[in-house]
């Protein structure tokens, strides 16, 4: 079942101005005279609805089934399916649905939990494109009641790389959806970036968006994301009234003893200290190994898509420290893309409001797919 979600206005139109979408026109071309001018006054501006429909993501692993519900949301003119490229979001870290659903930045917590991935579904579909948001491999009915039950073996294994068959499977049911016009980006944050990379569909994708991509070893960019956060807390504090000073040395103190513990239980990963059946943030110690072997390879990885890669920070993402914010910006990429936000490519919340993901931030992003990604095929 398909249901209508919402509604907005794309564009306004003034004058002879034809009425598009970000991404191409939902109407046909006005036709012209013989003298070249316009025979009848363009449309007015389209107003599109947005469609959602739930379905599932199902693929064979080693023969047990794996099954990851999706979301697919569609734009919609006048009853009709606009056609546009199709965008495949992958879930970052963290056991998320499709939803995407943060509840902090890794250290403070949100005031309620945000629903990411579904914000970026509705800018997508107002932008008049189509997407795909699956729930990650690792989300189970524990962590979200939309999630299901899949086989994780592989990923104990083998670390996130092992995600990547997810991605390809995501991205032939979103090629295959009615009204897309053959054009497929991939959309991954965080952890994402490395799957996304490593998928078979970025071979062939129009274009790969990396948010917050980890720019080199994932142990390094934590460990040092965490030190950073209580250098300026602790500079915080010092300007810190009285009544506020201790509470933030404390938050400064708890932040560096984050990072040293991070530190020791990484050098104690790479030095083989841990048990066999160990876990970490429960996470097999193999997992993290390979994710950090993974991450080590991100300017490679981006190498062959480079002339179609999107690079997207957010100047206040406390994922990635100074040090990596400048490697982000040298990773090989088409566009980079600096975006005024927080953790998540969030917004401070305002008040008592939870962050949101503005306005400002997914359209500096679409603009960017728009310049990349190649014209529809006639």
Not at 27 to 51: E, F, N, T, W
Not at 140 to 160: A, S, V, W, Y
Not at 267 to 282: Q, Y
């Amino acid at each position: 079942m398909v249901a209508v979600v919402g509604v907005v206005a794309l564009t306004a139109c003034a004058g002879t101005q034809r009425p598009t979408t970000r991404f191409g026109d939902p109407r046909p071309a006005v036709s012209k005279g013989d003298d070249g001018g316009a025979q009848a006054d363009p449309p007015s501006a389209p107003v599109l609805h947005l469609a959602r429909e739930d379905l599932v993501v199902e693929r064979d692993l080693g023969g047990a089934p794996v099954r990851l519900n999706a979301t697919v949301v569609r734009p919609t003119h006048d009853g009709d399916v606009v056609k546009g490229p199709v965008f495949v979001i992958i879930p970052g870290a963290s056991d998320v649905s499709r939803r995407g659903l943060r509840r902090g930045d890794g250290v403070s917590t949100y005031r309620e939990p945000v629903a990411v991935t579904t914000a970026w579904q509705d800018a997508i579909g107002h932008a008049g494109a189509h997407s795909l948001a699956y729930d990650k491999r690792t989300c189970g009915p524990n962590d979200d009641g939309e999630c299901q039950k899949n086989p994780q073996g592989d990923l104990d294994e083998r670390g996130p790389v092992a995600l990547a068959a997810d991605v390809d499977a995501a991205c032939a049911v979103a090629a295959a959806l009615p009204g897309t016009d053959g054009r497929v980006v991939l959309l991954a944050h965080g952890q994402g970036a490395q799957v996304a990379l490593a998928s078979d569909c970025a071979k062939n994708a129009a274009a790969v968006v990396l948010l917050s991509p980890v720019p080199r070893g994932i142990d390094a960019v934590l460990v040092e994301a965490l030190l950073t956060r209580a250098k300026a807390k602790a500079q915080e504090a010092k300007k810190a009234p009285p009544e506020t000073k201790q509470a933030q040395e404390d938050e400064a103190a708890a932040l560096r003893n984050l990072g040293a513990s991070r530190q020791a239980s990484f050098d104690s990963m790479r030095s083989g200290k841990f048990a066999k059946d160990a876990r970490v943030d429960g996470a097999t110690i193999a997992f993290w190994l390979s994710w950090i072997e993974l991450t080590d390879k991100t300017k490679a990885m981006l190498e062959p898509v480079k002339n179609k890669a999107i690079v997207v920070v957010a100047k206040g993402d406390r994922q990635l420290g100074a040090a990596d914010h400048a490697l982000a910006r040298e990773l090989p990429a088409a566009r980079f893309v600096e975006v005024d936000a927080d953790h998540h490519l969030l917004s401070p919340p305002v008040g008592s409001a939870p962050p949101t993901l503005a306005p400002t931030t997914t359209s500096a992003v679409i603009d960017a797919v728009v310049a990349v990604i190649a014209k529809p095929s006639s």
